[in-house]
Nanobody
């Protein structure tokens, strides 16, 4: 069983950058489509980005297009999310999710197989 574990969150000033990592233990992460979601205080969890098994195809929420980049290194069993030009509204707990199928991310990703515990990103103004 694969267990995703996120890291890389923290406090950053507006305009700064962070890179989140999601490392998978167990079975090769290359067998899974990977996703990033986020949940801001008082809001529902929402889709941020998705990357396919090989890393050749990525999709983003409109709110982060051109600002965030998802990537993966299957040799390291790791998925990344580079976040640039961060804004206070990007403050949230960021979750890594994975699924062996390219499944819908709707409804907060409720249909996805695997979830990490989340990492908090706080952007100060």
């Amino acid at each position: 069983q694969v267990q995703p574990v996120e890291s890389g969150g923290g406090l950053v000033q507006a305009g700064g950058s962070l890179r989140l990592s999601c490392v998978a233990s167990g079975r090769a992460f290359s067998s899974y489509v990977a996703y990033w979601f986020r949940q801001a205080p008082g809001k529902e969890r929402g889709f941020v980005a998705r990357i396919n098994w090989s890393g050749g195809s990525a999709l983003y929420a409109d709110s982060v297009k051109g600002q965030f980049t998802i990537s993966r290194d299957n040799g390291k069993n790791t998925v990344y999310q580079q976040m640039n030009r961060l804004r206070p509204e990007d403050t949230a707990v960021y979750y890594c999710a994975a699924d062996s199928r390219d499944r819908s991310w709707s409804e907060g990703g409720k249909y996805l197989e695997l979830w990490g515990q989340g990492t908090l990103v706080t952007v100060s103004s």
